[in-house]
């Protein structure tokens, strides 16, 4: 089995979301993955029923800052968002196994 999900969002944008919509999850996947492997490999891990996947691919930003030593170039890199709505009721609890 391919591992398409990197991690879960665990941001303060992803969390405001949650709070509106308490079926809706937020993972970092890599590019190539689809819509129906993401479904699949969420469905697999967490026991939950998916609805829909939402997915949306982010450009890595250049980025500078001056220190002592000069100027600093570099290149954040790029990486796709999945949402995924899970069936009415469901919920993951990204923190259970800490």
Known sequence: MA???????VTEKMTKITEKRPN???FIVRPEASK???KKEVEELYKVTVESVNTATYAG?????????GLIKGQKSSFKKAIVTLKEGETIDF???I
């Open 24 to 26: 809706r999850f937020g």
């Open 3 to 9: 591992f398409y999900i990197v991690k879960p969002l």
């Open 61 to 69: 930003k250049r980025s500078s800052r001056y220190t002592r030593a």
């Open 36 to 38: 129906e492997q993401i």
């Open 95 to 97: 923190y259970s196994n």
